[in-house]
């Protein structure tokens, strides 16, 4: 063992990565230095580790690295040594960290974030029995591994640069979600969601895998149409970001009301410029699409419950019933009720 650098493993319920203290040397990677993720288009990862864990590290003190994956989402500020590089991230921006690369952090702030180690099915096998073996030795490291260097690595874990071209995505290490930051959450939750239901099941942890699949190409595609800031050279989120929050607050908040300069103030765009991207992006105007998504959502209720059709109206925040019967008449064709009576 070298001088100044004390190894141990941390256990994090299905993952495991090394955490060092280096005082000494600086290790080189080469693999980060053009700055890029590679990943397959067609593969399936195995979800190691999904989570939200606290950070406080300062100093870029300790060093992480495991036989891995990793993407992050911060909500603090601080800065990312990856290999070589020294990256300043913020609230809302992403890492990328390919496998097998070391990072160390100097944070600005204590916070949380969201954090996913994972990989690439196609990779050797002899890895995974690896973390296995040595789980259960880090189950065992005992209460006192903080004084000895060890960094406690979360809680609540849940249960392009060139983009397409081949068989594979290359992807910025460092990407500003700006408004995208919700969609970017409500992804990263659905994988924690799947990789905690999934125990040892070969179907959900491959539903945990294709939800993981999908963050990823997700990302991709918002760095080939332009709506992510790359390598921390500034926050740029794209007006599609703006309307991609716009509809995600549309179709959580169906029952409140909601109204066009809200959803422009809560996006970070002006009502007119939201407006017409908006109707570019789904071919429809807001509030358009708002009655629409209502009108569907009632349908659900009619056709699966057996709630009266006055709860349905206020479910869908159309809290008055002959309105609302006016509107389902107008866009089915039919009532409310005899629409529930044919059986949807």
């Not at 996006?267 to 007119?272: A, D, E, Y």
């Not at 629409?292 to 709630?307: D, F, P, S, V």
Request: net charge positive; hydrophobic share 35%.
């Amino acid at each position: 063992m070298k001088q100044g650098v004390l190894w141990e493993w941390v256990g994090i319920v299905h993952g495991i990565f090394w955490v060092s203290m280096n005082t000494a040397n600086t290790e080189k990677n080469e693999s980060v230095a053009s700055m890029g993720f590679d990943w397959p288009l067609h593969t399936w990862p195995k979800v190691m580790v999904a989570g939200r864990f606290f950070h406080d590290d300062t100093g870029f003190t300790y060093q992480y690295l495991g036989p891995y994956q990793s993407l992050h989402l911060y909500g603090y500020r601080g800065r990312i040594q990856m290999g070589e590089r020294v990256l300043s991230f913020g609230p809302g921006d992403i890492t990328l960290t390919p496998r097998g690369v070391a990072t160390r952090y100097d944070l600005a702030e204590a916070g949380f974030h969201y954090c996913i180690h994972f990989l690439d099915e196609g990779a050797d096998a002899s890895d995974d029995k690896h973390e296995k073996r040595k789980r259960n030795t880090a189950s065992h490291a005992g209460k006192d591994g903080r004084k000895n260097g060890r960094r406690n690595a979360g809680e609540n874990v849940g249960g392009v640069g060139g983009v397409g071209g081949g068989r594979g995505v290359r992807l910025p290490v460092l990407l500003s979600l700006g408004a995208g930051r919700e969609a970017a959450v409500s992804r990263i939750v659905e994988v924690m969601q799947a990789h905690g239901a999934a125990g040892e099941d070969p179907l959900r942890c491959a539903a945990a895998g294709a939800a993981m699949q999908g963050l990823l190409l997700w990302l991709a595609t918002r760095v080939s149409d332009g709506d992510v800031g790359e390598n921390g050279e500034g926050n740029v989120s794209g007006w599609r970001a703006g309307v991609e929050h716009a509809a995600s607050i549309i179709e959580h908040e169906l029952h409140e009301t909601i109204g066009v300069p809200d959803l422009a103030q809560r996006v970070g765009l002006s009502q007119n410029y939201l407006s017409r991207r908006f109707r570019e992006q789904f071919g429809v105007s807001i509030p358009r699409y708002l009655l629409l998504r209502r009108m569907e959502q009632a349908k659900l209720l009619l056709g699966q419950t057996n709630l009266p059709i006055g709860r349905i109206a206020g479910r869908v925040g159309m809290p008055d019933p002959g309105h609302f019967n006016k509107q389902f008449r107008h866009l089915v064709g039919m009532s409310p009720t005899a629409w529930r009576e044919q059986g949807g």
